[in-house]
C-alpha cells in the first residue's frame, strides 16, 4: 500500500506540468475510449450482475450496479461535460496590496492525492476519475466488491489514455487492496493521502470517519423529507412527492419520509394513497396517518432509516414548524423541500432548515452535480467544511496566497 501511494503522490507532480487545454484533450479522448469499449465493459458488468443476483443483492443495488449502452455512454457525456467547464487551477480568487505594499493573490490549486471509497454504481470511477483529473488531482479509488469487474474495466479504459498520452497510469488507480483491512490503511496513510471521500452506507460513513486521520468530506446518508403545506398547489405536491420517491428509490437523493400539514391531510392522503399505491410504493405512517388512510405504523427507527428502496413513510405535522422540528430530529443534512404557494412559509422554511440543499416546490432529486451544472460529482457531501452539497471540481481545490514584494521586512 506505502509504495503504491508513493507512486501515486509522485504522479502528482506530473498532473501540475498540463494546461487546461492538454486536460481537457485527454478528458474527451478518455469519454471516446469509454464508448469504443462499451462490448467490454458490458462484459464485465455482467459478470457483476450474474454475482449480486448470486448473492441476493437488493434491487436497489442491482439497479446501482447495472450498465447498458445507454448509461456508459451517460458516462462519456458527463466527462465531456467536465471537459467543458472552466480550468479550476490557477484562477486568482482574491488580490490586494497591504499596506506595506505588498502584493497578495489568493490562487486555487489541487488538493493532491484523493482517496474515494464508493459502493455499487460503476459510473463513480468514471466521474471521480474525471473531477479529478481536470482538477489536477490524483485519484485513488475504492469501489465496492458488488462492482470489482466493472470498475476495473473502467479504470483500465482510462488509464490506457492516460499511458497512450505519456502520463502515469497511477494518475487513476484503484487500490492494490480492496479489503476492510485495504481501507483501514488507506484512511491512516495521511503521509501521501491529502482528502478521504467516503460515500456508501452508513457503516460505511460512521467507520471512515471514526478511525481516518485523514481529512475526511463525508457523503453521509441521505435522510431526505418533503413537507406539503397547507397552501401547496395539491397537483404539483403529488407530481413531485412521486418523483421524489419513485424516480429511482435506490439513490441518496430520492424522499424517504413525507410530511403533511394536519391542515389539509384528511383531504390530501386519500390522494397521495392512491398515487402511491399505483407505483407500488410500501407505506408506513404515524398515528395520524392511520387514522386517515390504511398504512402500516411507523416507528422512529422507521423514521431514522434510509431505505433506498420504494417504501415511504408519512408523518402528520402541525404546520411548517411541525415539519422543522421533524426534520432537525431525524434529518442528515442532505436534501429537504417544502411544496408551498406562500412565500412566507417558503421562506420560514429556507431559513430553518440546515441542510445542504433545501428547496420550495421542486423534487429533492435535483440534487445532484449534473442537474446543478458541475457535469459531475464525487459526492454530495453532508459536511459544513470545506464543501458542502454536490462536490463538483471546485470542492477539489484548495488555495494558496502568492505574495509578491521588492524588499519588505518585518
Request: net charge negative; proline share 2%.
Amino acid at each position: 500500500m506505502e509504495q503504491f501511494l508513493q507512486k501515486a503522490k509522485d504522479a502528482s507532480r506530473v498532473l501540475n506540468t498540463l494546461s487546461g487545454a492538454q486536460k481537457n484533450t485527454i478528458l474527451k479522448e478518455m469519454a471516446e475510449a469509454l464508448r469504443a469499449n462499451t462490448m467490454g465493459l458490458l462484459e464485465a458488468n455482467a459478470i457483476d450482475m450474474q454475482n449480486g443476483k448470486d448473492n441476493n443483492l437488493s434491487s436497489a443495488l442491482m439497479d446501482r450496479l447495472f450498465l447498458d449502452e445507454k448509461r456508459i455512454d451517460a458516462m462519456a457525456v458527463a466527462i465531456e461535460e467536465i471537459a467543458a467547464l472552466k480550468e479550476p487551477v490557477g484562477r486568482v480568487l482574491d488580490g490586494w496590496v497591504t499596506e506595506d505594499g505588498l502584493k497578495i493573490e489568493k490562487v486555487s490549486i489541487p488538493i493532491g492525492v484523493i482517496g474515494i471509497i464508493y459502493e455499487s454504481r460503476p459510473n463513480v470511477t468514471s466521474d471521480t476519475a474525471a473531477l479529478c483529473f481536470k482538477s489536477s488531482n490524483v485519484c485513488v479509488l475504492k469501489g465496492g466488491k458488488e462492482a470489482e469487474y466493472s470498475n476495473k474495466a473502467i479504470a483500465e479504459v482510462l488509464q490506457a489514455t492516460l499511458e497512450k498520452n505519456n502520463l502515469p497510469r497511477e494518475l487513476i488507480s484503484l487500490i492494490p487492496d480492496s479489503s476492510r483491512e485495504g481501507v483501514a490503511k488507506l484512511i491512516k496513510m495521511d503521509k501521501y493521502v491529502d482528502l478521504i471521500i467516503p460515500r456508501g452506507g452508513e457503516g460505511l460513513i460512521r467507520y471512515v470517519s471514526e478511525h481516518a486521520t485523514v481529512s475526511v468530506v463525508k457523503h453521509d446518508k441521505g435522510q431526505c423529507h418533503t413537507y406539503i403545506d397547507k397552501d401547496a398547489n395539491i397537483d404539483n405536491a403529488i407530481k413531485i412527492a412521486l418523483n421524489a420517491k419513485v424516480q429511482r428509490p435506490g439513490v441518496c437523493n430520492a424522499m424517504e419520509t413525507l410530511l403533511v400539514d394536519e391542515a389539509i391531510a384528511k383531504k390530501v392522503l386519500p390522494m397521495l394513497k392512491e398515487a402511491f399505491d399505483a407505483a407500488h410504493t410500501e407505506l408506513k405512517g404515524c398515528a395520524n396517518t392511520q387514522s386517515i388512510i390504511e398504512v402500516q405504523h411507523a416507528t422512529d427507527e422507521d423514521f431514522d432509516t434510509e431505505y433506498l428502496a420504494n417504501i415511504l413513510n408519512i408523518r402528520v405535522v402541525d404546520g411548517v414548524e411541525g415539519a422543522i422540528e421533524h426534520i432537525v430530529r431525524f434529518g442528515s443534512g442532505h436534501s429537504e423541500a417544502i411544496i408551498t404557494e406562500n412565500i412566507t412559509s417558503a421562506e420560514q422554511f429556507l431559513n430553518g432548515i440546515d441542510a445542504a440543499a433545501v428547496y420550495v416546490n421542486a423534487s429533492t432529486r435535483f440534487t445532484d452535480g449534473g442537474a446543478f451544472g458541475f457535469g459531475a460529482e464525487v459526492g454530495i457531501s453532508t459536511n459544513k467544511l470545506h464543501a458542502r452539497g454536490p462536490m463538483g471540481i471546485e470542492g477539489l481545490t484548495t488555495y494558496k496566497f502568492k505574495i509578491y514584494g521588492s524588499g519588505q521586512v518585518r
